[in-house]
DNA sequence: GCACTTTGTCATATG
DNA sequence: ATCATATGACAAAGT
């Protein structure tokens, strides 16, 4: 039986397994929440397993079962829940990314840029998705119909592995536009440098092979549109501030990304763009003036959603200094649950603009996060022509230069205390901000990264600083604590292993009982008495009993070998077995050798043996020695007694009936007495196995809670270092463009605004304003006056 | 013979 | 108050 029932469970967990892949979703909840309760109270609220009430509510829900609360029979049904149970968990079974699904569905839509970009961005993927998408990715080549299909997926394993900015060569046979086109120089560059801030989060540099990736770019060159694009893109950088940046382009496969944006992959952002995920993000508020103005020293750039009229210096509210430190747990879920709505509205803007991106795709908030596309970029319209684009890397450093060494502590600095980690604290307390120093240089989570890390008195400066400093400190403890991405299934098998309960269902504690009392049910459920069988009660009285009063009371006889005639632990089932001896040992017949008083003799045969012994007489003694072997020992004392009828009718009648019964009968107190003691124990035993059962249970499903909820931890887990990391490399981008736009902006005299004495602010209209660092500036505004400009970003 | 499990029973709590 | 049930604890028997 346990063999059956372990082939049973595989082979449904196999086919569950082959309908997901198919695409058919088994959504065993709604077949387990029309006739079960939700296996989740257990978790979620008082179970069944906890309270007596809704245990014996099960009797209510079991409709068409019958069986009763107190009935062992309860087992198939606990047995049953366990078996759907676990088929639900098919879903979420160990596999960390089982949005691998997803993917293959994807692949069928013959969209590969939403295939790859959507479900899994490769960047994300080579962390985060694990071995397991590694493995799954090798292992499924022949559900994707074969090598002849396109490759859309990122063999990483393949020398030649296609990843990141580079299309696949059969994206490109796909006519998918030259997937690269639109990537340039800078892009690629800016890829590399999160390629290496992967490389540092533990993802191998071959992932990602610089080389291959140049190869594969140089492969699209021949491709005359291709080389076409990627030359206007870099004349236009030529020209001047590109700032409305490329059309976003899929990291993974080059192509461009009309209405969001992979966070996951490298995508081309522009400043504009950066900017408006960070409003999203971190919504500046009311744009607030600088009460000094700073005459035409200021250059803005606003966007022409809203056109900036503002032709002061936004300043910063002032903000309260000594402000406890943001609680960075609670920071970061206000990202997370800021992120997710975002990308809700992006999915929902992608749906509508109808991207061939796959509808498909679960909307996972890891990964895909997007935003918008500006469609109002950085206008170029600046005097700028005179760009010459100077070397950056040693200008840029500057623009995140901190301030300590500035003499007066401007009260920005200390606005960047946020009072706490509510976001809505931002948005009130973040007027006009300074973001320039929101996406600094990746922080490499070490102690002395506030020296050698550029840093900002800006709110969101140190905002993000803070908050990404620990959260990318919890993420490298993380990683050292074994949450790499890669590891991620590794993880959760080794939660799910190291607990301290046998989580293998072919070990679990309920498999042999549940096999037994199975057993009972299915004899229970075929029992010819109603009463008795409702009431479930199995392996109390013996045939033996049964055969004994049979000849006294006919009524009762005739059931009980139907009744547990498959029980290998009910007593009855001897009876059909009385010239076996060999079966003997079968049972497990716990009759306690308690010394019975003088009224009660051990062997009620010895009352018999002292009337008259026939033959026939002999033959009934030998099986009844037999059987007394087996007895009980209320069952026994109850022969002695002579007690009319059986034990069983003794537990298990109604009360009413019992009561009845022993009327109909004209009893001795003593009999009378040894039959209540008799209901009582056997009541009491029903009510022992039962609450045995329900224990067990109740560590079972406890068991599966903390599967579940140690499944959702590790889940949450690599959803957020990808969070992370899509945020370090928004950051990087800004930090690109950043340098970018300092590195063009030339005030009316031709001259730079070094990084290191100013500072780009953003207004809340999306203006974007260039301001005199307060330290630093301010000396220099004594030499020169800045200039103010503004950057009409209209396209 | 020992450790562990299973089962029955008792005492008590609870509804 | 009584009864039915649940459950912890214990012991006996089995493995």
Redesign the pocket.
């Known amino acids: 039986m346990l063999y059956l029932k372990k082939y049973f469970t595989e082979g449904l967990i196999q086919f569950t397994i082959l309908l997901s892949l198919i695409g058919v979703r088994v959504d065993v909840d709604t077949y387990l929440s029309n006739q079960l309760p939700p296996l989740r109270e257990i978790i979620l609220g008082p179970s069944s397993?906890?309270?007596?009430?809704q245990?014996?509510n099960l009797r209510n829900t079991l409709d068409g079962y019958g069986i009763?609360?107190?009935s062992v029979d309860l087992d198939q049904f606990f047995t049953t829940r366990r078996l759907l149970n676990e088929v639900r968990q098919l879903d979420r079974l160990s596999v960390p990314s089982s949005e691998l699904n997803t993917w293959l569905v994807h692949r069928d839509s013959e969209t590969v840029v939403s295939a790859g970009g959507r479900s899994s961005p490769g960047i994300t993927l080579d962390n985060g998705a694990g071995l397991e998408d590694i493995n799954n990715i090798d292992a499924t080549p022949a559900m994707r119909g074969g090598g002849g299909a396109p490759e859309s997926t990122y063999d990483l394993n393949a020398a030649d592995s296609s990843l990141g900015a580079v299309a696949p060569e059969g994206n490109q046979e796909q006519g998918s536009g030259g997937g690269n086109d639109d990537l340039t120089k800078e892009d690629i560059d800016l890829i590399d440098i999160l390629w290496r801030q992967d490389i540092d989060l533990g993802a191998g540099r071959e992932v990602f092979s610089y080389s291959n990736r140049q190869k594969d770019t140089e492969e699209e060159k021949p491709n005359p549109q291709d080389s076409k694009d990627v030359n206007d893109e870099q004349e236009s950088w030529r020209n001047g501030i590109n700032l409305q940046g490329s059309q976003p382009v899929d990291g993974e496969t080059g192509e461009s990304i009309p209405e969001q944006v992979i966070l996951g992959s490298q995508t081309s952002l522009s400043l504009q763009e950066c900017l408006r995920l960070l409003e999203a993000t971190f919504p500046f508020g009311e744009e607030a003036e600088f009460p000094v103005p700073v005459g035409n020293q200021e250059v803005s750039i606003s966007n022409e959603e809203v056109p900036s009229t503002s032709q002061g210096l936004t300043l910063a509210p002032q903000m309260p200094t000594a402000e406890p430190q943001l609680d960075l747990e609670q920071q970061w879920q206000d990202i997370m649950a800021i992120m997710e709505l975002q990308a809700m509205d992006v999915n929902n803007s992608a749906s509508n603009s109808g991207n061939a991106s796959n509808d498909t795709a679960e909307p996972t908030a890891a990964g895909t996060f997007g935003l918008s596309e500006n469609p109002t970029p950085i206008n170029q319209d600046v005097s700028l022509h005179q760009a010459s684009l100077p070397s950056c890397s040693q200008d840029f450093p500057q623009i995140f230069r901190p301030q300590l060494d500035s003499v007066s502590v401007t009260p920005r600095t200390s606005m960047l205390r946020l009072s706490s980690g509510n976001s809505t604290n931002i948005n009130s307390t973040f007027g006009a901000t300074n973001l320039t120093g929101v996406f600094l240089p990746p922080i490499n989570s070490s102690s002395n990264n506030v020296t050698s890390t550029p840093n900002l008195p800006d709110p969101f400066t140190t905002l993000l600083e803070e908050s990404m400093l620990d959260e990318i400190s919890l993420l490298d403890l993380a990683m050292e604590e074994g949450f790499s991405q890669a590891q991620a299934s590794q993880l959760e098998e080794e939660l799910d292993s190291d607990s301290g309960l046998s989580l293998d269902s072919s070990r679990s504690?309920a498999s042999?009982?549940s096999s037994?009392t199975s057993c009972s049910s299915a004899a229970s459920s075929s029992s010819t008495s109603a009463n008795f069988s409702e009431?479930g009660a199995v392996?109390?009285s013996t045939d033996s009993e049964a055969a004994a009063v049979e000849t006294e009371e006919g009524a009762v006889g005739g059931y009980q070998p139907e009744y547990s005639k498959l029980c290998r632990?009910?007593?009855q089932d001897l009876s059909q077995f009385n010239g076996l001896p060999q079966l003997d040992?079968?049972?497990?017949?716990?009759?306690?050798?308690?010394p019975l008083s003088s009224s009660f003799p051990e062997h009620p045969d010895l009352l018999l043996s002292a009337g008259k012994k026939t033959s026939r007489d002999k033959k009934l003694q030998a099986s009844q020695d037999l059987l007394d072997k087996h007895a009980?020992?209320?069952e026994r004392r109850a022969r002695a007694m002579k007690i009319p009828f059986s034990n069983e009718k003794i537990v298990n009648l109604?009360?009413e009936e019992?009561?009845e019964l022993l009327a109909k009968h004209h009893l001795s107190e003593a009999q009378l007495a040894l039959i209540r003691?008799?209901?009582?124990?056997?009541?009491?035993?029903?009510?022992?196995?039962?609450?045995?059962k329900?224990?067990l249970e109740?560590i079972i499903n406890l068991e599966q809670g903390v599967q579940d909820l140690r499944r959702d931890k590790a889940r949450l887990l690599k959803e957020k270092m990808e969070f992370i990391r899509s945020i370090r490399q928004l950051k990087q981008k800004m930090q690109s463009l950043c340098q970018e736009v300092f590195s063009q902006l030339r005030d009316e005299e031709g001259r730079p605004f070094p990084p290191s004495e100013y500072c780009l602010q953003y207004g809340a209209d999306g203006s974007v304003l260039i301001a005199p660092r307060s330290g630093a500036a301010a000396t220099q505004q004594q030499s020169r006056k800045p200039e103010k400009k503004q950057k009409d970003k209209k396209k």
């Open positions: 397993a906890y309270t007596q009430t245990f014996h009763h609360p107190k504690p042999p009982s037994e009431e392996g109390y632990m009910s007593f040992g079968i049972s497990h017949n716990h009759t306690y050798n308690v009980s020992r209320d109604p009360v019992f009561n003691d008799i209901r009582r124990r056997g009541k009491n035993k029903m009510a022992a196995q039962n609450c045995r329900r224990k109740t």
